[in-house]
């Protein structure tokens, strides 16, 4: 017999990718905003019903992702082509490192 456990008993993958604590979640904040991780990264909203002011359908044709180079159809701010997740991840970088960089 296979006795399902709860959710609060199961490992915390995400937690065993980084070196942080796991005491609890982790927000970074981005552009003033706070952003809780998921999966180990920030995710941006860009849905502009809920405020976001960018347009980012990037219309023609597929474009070289600027960070993983494979095709994509989105754009960031700066209407350069981006995979949401790829830009994504390079934020939660980006501003993990500063956070180590602070704290040493
Ligand atoms: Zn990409």
């Not at 941006?44 to 347009?55: E, I």
């Not at 600027?66 to 095709?71: A, D, K, P, V």
Request: charged residues 20%.
């Amino acid at each position: 017999m296979t006795a399902t456990r709860p959710l609060n008993q199961l490992p915390a993958p995400a937690a065993a990718a980084t070196d942080r604590p796991s005491e609890g979640p982790v927000f970074l904040t981005y552009h003033g905003e706070p952003y809780q991780l998921w999966h180990d990264r920030i995710v941006l909203d860009w849905t502009t019903r809920t405020g976001c002011k960018h347009q980012h359908w990037g219309g023609g044709p597929r474009r070289p992702c600027r960070f993983c180079h494979h095709l994509c159809w989105l754009i960031d701010m700066h209407s350069r082509p981006v995979h949401k997740v790829c830009l994504e991840q390079a934020i939660t970088t980006t501003l993990l490192s500063r956070l180590e960089k602070q704290a040493a």
